[in-house]
């Protein structure tokens, strides 16, 4: 005679458990950007990183389109340039300095896809599409913050 388990029915159901956590880019991505023209002066880039406390934001033309991102890092290389060649840069617009060859995500992907791509690029943010307009921006901490709320769901 086989071992009958008292809790039969139960404990399969427990084992089912619904996972209601949210898991797209658009449940974690920042709405409220800090954004650049093509045409403004490095000089007030480098003053709203600071006054902003960030370290890139993306770069939009008159129409509002996406046409690059600025980051930290390209004023670092520009900093480092005009030294060795001693040029002033502040003179300079943003578009001169802008990465114009923007990797971005799509609104409806998972964090953990856009964990891959973030792996994959070894970039700090990604703007965030839908239908070709920027609605927001993605960064590497946003999708830890994900992570870490989906792992306190786990564990309800």
């Given at each position: 005679?086989g071992?009958k388990?008292?809790?039969?029915?139960?404990s399969?159901?427990a084992?089912?458990?619904?996972?209601?956590?949210p898991?797209?880019v658009?449940?974690?991505?920042?709405r409220?950007?800090?954004?650049?023209?093509?045409?403004?002066?490095?000089?007030e880039?480098?003053?709203?990183?600071?006054?902003?406390?960030?370290?890139?934001?993306?770069?939009?033309?008159?129409?509002?389109f996406?046409?690059g991102i600025?980051?930290?890092?390209?004023?670092?290389?520009?900093?480092s340039?005009?030294r060795y060649?001693?040029?002033?840069?502040?003179?300079?617009?943003?578009?001169?300095?802008?990465?114009?060859?923007?990797?971005?995500i799509?609104h409806?992907?998972?964090i953990f896809?856009?964990?891959?791509?973030?792996?994959?690029?070894?970039?700090?943010?990604l703007?965030?599409?839908k239908d070709?307009?920027?609605?927001?921006?993605i960064?590497?901490?946003?999708?830890?913050?994900?992570a870490l709320?989906l792992?306190?769901?786990?564990?309800?």
């Open positions: 005679m071992i388990s008292f809790q039969g029915r139960r399969r159901e084992s089912k458990k619904e996972y209601d956590a898991i797209l658009t449940d974690y991505m920042s409220k950007l800090v954004t650049f023209r093509p045409d403004q002066s490095i000089l880039v480098m003053e709203a990183f600071t006054k902003h406390r960030i370290s890139g934001g993306p770069v939009l033309d008159d129409n509002g996406l046409v600025i980051s930290e890092a390209d004023c670092m290389k520009q900093i340039e005009s060649f001693n040029q002033p840069i502040l003179d300079k617009s943003v578009e001169s300095f802008m990465t114009k060859n923007v990797d971005t799509p409806d992907m998972s896809d856009a964990a891959g791509v973030f792996h994959k690029n070894n970039r700090r943010r703007p965030v599409m070709g307009l920027l609605i927001g921006q960064s590497r901490k946003d999708i830890v913050i994900a709320k792992n306190a769901q786990n564990w309800k």
